[in-house]
């Protein structure tokens, strides 16, 4: 079993819809959970850190985590051209490296 | 505030030369982590510095070495280059050993 499990996609969007990327781990002792989007050629950038069982908002972004499922994902409200790109999930501990899934590609469709 | 930067980002090397790759984290954090990232996959931890002593490693080869400076700078080393060592390699910097980690633009690196 991979330690973080994400659909490699694509996933395809229209413009103005929701997106919705999900993710798996299997590390229970993950405490803290982040999605970085990552452009083509690009580097990661950290757009939502999630710690405690629920959702949290930003913007038009949702981060939800189940702890008991393992579970984490993000929602992409109101969708736009510019949210193409690939989403990583990494679950992390204090004290300890990042691991990353494989990413999942996402592409809105205007 | 100044962000992680690496240098260069570009390198083109020869199989069997040695590179370094260097990275400034970001003001006020003590800990860098390196990453290599080969095409279609996510980022696979190479290894962590804090506070100039090296944090953790993960499955690569002693021909990656690495070191961190006083003032929290960091070089990653690849000695006896092979072909797929061509990736992206990232440098992500935090304080104190958080796991909440912030990017530099990253080192392309290309092995022919």
């Given at each position: ?12 969007v ?13 590390d ?14 690009k ?9 405690s ?24 409200r109101?969708s ?6 690939t ?13 990353f ?9 205007p | 505030?100044?962000g992680?930067?690496q240098?260069p ?61 006083p003032n ?11 072909l797929d ?12 050993r ?15």
């Amino acid at each position: 079993q991979k330690e973080v499990e994400q659909n490699s996609g694509p996933l395809s969007v229209p413009e103005g819809a929701i997106a919705s990327l999900n993710c798996t781990y299997s590390d229970r002792g993950s405490q803290s959970f982040f999605w970085y989007r990552q452009y083509s050629g690009k580097s990661p950038e950290l757009i939502m850190s999630i710690y405690s069982n629920g959702d949290k908002e930003d913007g038009r972004f949702t981060a939800q985590l189940n702890k008991a499922s393992q579970y984490v994902s993000l929602l992409i409200r109101d969708s736009q051209p510019s949210d193409s790109a690939t989403y990583l999930c990494a679950p992390g501990r204090v004290d300890e490296k990042l691991t990353f899934g494989t990413g999942t590609r996402l592409t809105i469709i205007p | 505030e100044t962000g992680v930067t690496q240098s260069p980002t570009h390198l083109i090397k020869t199989r069997g030369q040695q590179v370094t790759l260097r990275c400034s984290s970001q003001s006020g954090h003590n800990t860098v982590s390196w990453y290599q990232q080969a095409l279609g996959q996510g980022p696979q931890f190479i290894f962590q510095y804090y506070r100039e002593e090296e944090n953790g490693r993960g499955n690569f080869p002693p021909r990656f070495s690495g070191l961190q400076f006083p003032n929290y700078s960091s070089e990653l080393n690849v000695n006896a280059l092979e072909l797929d060592d061509s990736a992206l390699y990232l440098c992500a910097s935090s304080w104190d050993r958080r796991p909440e980690a912030f990017f530099g633009q990253g080192t392309r690196l290309t092995v022919v």
